[in-house]
């Protein structure tokens, strides 16, 4: 079965750090694009950036670039996001999903990982 | 930044035909997408390349473009397609995606 499974909940304080995973099985892990979607509280689809897990090259949101690090570690199938200085505006469920190759859409999605950010 | 303009809701009756629009810019030029959401789950691709069915999705779902205005139709709406609606696409050089505001179905 085809699948990305993500890492469990965060709750953070504004300023920490961290990196949240997102692990695929069933596939050519390398094969396939890997996306970063957020959704806000109560809000709609946002897409952040997404990565290359053959060669590491990411591309990234403008509104976003320059705040998160998008990354992938092809010998376990791992993608991750990170930040090094958490905003309470970060709070959110983050979404991982696979660029389909001949649908170019994000046809397999992560089950979501909630990061609140609070003092 | 590019965005795509979708209406924030839209109701309909079981049986009737749903549909929902997607405007921007680049449309005539970039393929969009659809995606089905439901409270408390992930997103589904139900539509892609403007106008393809992902196989398992029903053929009541359908998608068309003319100039800057991507729909998705849903014919015969089942209470089970009540859900959040969002479009995608990507700006004019294909740099980066971007999804619609999303529509909200409400199946009366």
């Known amino acids: 079965e085809v699948q990305l499974v993500q890492s469990g909940a965060e709750v953070k304080k504004p300023g920490e750090s961290l990196r949240i995973s997102c692990k695929g099985s069933g596939y050519n892990f390398t094969t396939y694009w890997i996306n970063w979607v957020r959704q806000m509280p109560g809000k709609g689809l946002e897409w952040m950036g997404s990565?290359?897990?053959?060669?590491?090259?990411?591309n990234y949101s403008p509104s976003l670039q320059g705040h998160v690090t998008i990354s992938s570690d092809k010998s376990i199938s791992t993608a991750s996001l990170q930040w090094t200085s958490l905003k309470a505006s970060d709070t959110a469920l983050y979404y991982c999903?696979?660029?389909?190759?001949?649908?170019?859409?994000?046809?397999?999605w992560g089950q979501g990982t909630t990061v609140i950010v609070s003092s | 930044s590019y965005e795509l303009t979708q209406p924030p809701s839209v109701s309909v009756s079981p049986g009737q035909t749903a549909r929902i629009t997607c405007s921007g810019d680049a449309l005539p030029r970039q393929y969009a997408y659809w995606y089905q959401q439901k409270p408390g789950q992930a997103p589904v691709l139900v539509i892609y390349?403007?106008?393809e069915r992902p196989s398992g999705i029903p053929e009541r779902f359908s998608g068309s473009s003319s100039k800057t205005t991507v729909t998705l139709t849903i014919s015969g709406v089942q209470a089970e397609d009540e859900a959040d609606y969002y479009c995608?696409?990507?700006?004019?050089?294909?740099?980066?995606?971007?999804f619609g505001g999303g529509t909200k179905l409400t199946v009366l």
């Open positions: 990565i290359d897990p053959s060669d590491s090259h990411a």
């Open positions: 995608q696409s990507t700006d004019s050089s294909g740099s980066y995606w971007v």
């Open positions: 999903a696979r660029q389909g190759r001949t649908t170019l859409g994000m046809d397999v």
């Open positions: 390349k403007d106008s």
